[in-house]
């Protein structure tokens, strides 16, 4: 989908308001009553209609009636906005240009800042799969109302900045985080290709070892990555070396799976290296003797799943995310085979939480990509020369 930040070239300070006080009521509840805007916005009956109509005009909420009551959502494209505008406002962004990739779960887009300098802006959007059959499997999203895909989007954006920054401080080769706002993660933009699109390289070998390396060097602070597989890691393209990126899964070698998870990423690499470059070895690491020869030797400091732990990234909320993501993949794995069939019938009752719908809405304007900054200045990234 597109990054719905078109036509906003300026917000007035009360659509500002209701717009906040809709992501506001969203907290706690999927459709929030008119009403509730009102109060929450303190502003005057009619004005927030008004409002309500012209936010919803541009796809920044969109309204939903349902059985109970009426009221408004917040949109995918109003989630982003709000980021953005965080962003712009503390001046680590500027202005948006082209998609560069579109993930299960993310997307991707190059933006800049005054400056011109290019990053990346990471848009998480948990819940776009399969959002309603992971509630149906696991009923801790129905006691806790809040677990909606801003909540879940939000948790994981918060997680990867928390990990990608503990990395690239301790010299581990990610892209250097710049901000996190919502839902969106601002980093460094990477001149690579995904492994993925490398047919050829100098020395598998030697590529080979440093990608193993890396799995244990992780593992020695305290880490797995949990998706080390060809389309998280990018090889420069200048140099060669690789890049690792897409951290909302990491997780700690003293997981209760740690051992199932570094042994799938090494099996990854293994994998891709015997059917991409033909090359097979006989060595690689092992998860019991990794954390043997590890273990201690850097000191007590560099556990970098307890820095992460405390940098304000809780523990709670990682427990959350992750069981949501747990959720997705059994979701997904039933769905390959022959999940489908008994799918339909039986729930309809929350029926009024489609977060697909308001993607196909607001797609459709043209490619205009913008940020309001300060007052509404409109700015529009036009990407140099590759
Ligand atoms: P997802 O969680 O959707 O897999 P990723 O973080 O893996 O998202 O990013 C998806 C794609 O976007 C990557 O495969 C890569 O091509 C591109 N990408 C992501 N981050 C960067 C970056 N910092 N620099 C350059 N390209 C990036
Ligand atoms: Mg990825």
New binding site residues.
């Given amino acids: 989908m597109k990054l719905d930040a078109t036509d906003l070239r300026y917000i007035t300070s009360e659509e500002f308001r209701v717009l906040t006080a809709v992501e506001m009521g969203s907290k706690n509840h999927e459709v929030v009553p008119t009403p509730l805007v009102v109060q929450i916005s303190a502003l005057r009956n009619g004005g927030v209609n008004k409002n309500l109509g012209s936010l919803a005009k541009r796809n920044l909420v969109a309204k939903v009636q349902n059985a109970r009551y009426d009221g408004y959502r917040l949109t995918y494209g109003g989630y982003d906005y709000l980021a953005m505008r965080a962003l712009s406002k503390r001046d680590t962004m500027y202005s948006v240009g082209n998609q560069?990739?579109v993930?299960?779960?993310?997307d991707?887009y190059i933006v800049a800042n005054h400056e011109g300098e290019e990053m990346?802006l990471?848009l998480h959007r948990l819940g776009r799969v399969s959002f309603r059959s992971v509630k149906e499997k696991r009923d801790y999203m129905g006691k806790r109302k809040s677990a909606s895909w801003m909540y879940m989007s939000r948790l994981a954006a918060q997680k990867e900045y928390a990990f990608m920054k503990v990395l690239y401080e301790h010299g581990f080769p990610v892209?250097r985080p710049v901000d996190q706002a919502r839902h969106t993660i601002l980093?460094?933009?990477?001149d690579?290709y995904?492994l993925r699109q490398v047919s050829d390289v100098a020395s598998p070998g030697a590529l080979y070892s440093t990608l193993m390396d890396l799995i244990v060097r992780f593992a020695h602070a305290g880490l797995i990555h949990g998706d080390y597989n060809e389309?998280?890691i990018?090889i420069r393209r200048e140099t060669g070396e690789p890049v690792v990126?897409?951290f909302p899964q990491m997780v700690s070698t003293s997981h209760a799976n740690a051992e199932f998870y570094f042994n799938r990423d090494v099996e990854c690499i293994r994998r891709f290296f015997r059917r991409r470059f033909n090359y097979e070895s006989k060595l690689y690491p092992r998860f019991k003797s990794t954390m043997k020869e590890g273990g201690e030797q850097e000191g007590p400091g560099f556990r970098l799943d307890v820095v992460v732990a405390a940098s304000g990234f809780k523990k709670s909320d990682q427990k959350v995310l992750e069981e949501y993501m747990e959720a997705v993949k059994e979701t997904e794995g039933g769905d390959e085979d022959e999940d489908d069939s008994e799918d339909d019938g039986d729930d309809d009752e929350e029926e009024e939480m489609e977060e697909e719908e308001s993607d196909d809405d607001g797609a459709a304007d043209g490619e205009a990509q913008t940020v309001a900054g300060d007052n509404g200045a409109l700015a529009r990234h036009h990407p140099g020369p590759a």
Avoid: H
């Fill in positions: 560069i990739g993930g299960k779960e993310s991707i990346v990471k892209p980093m460094e933009f990477i690579a995904p389309f998280n990018l990126i897409d």
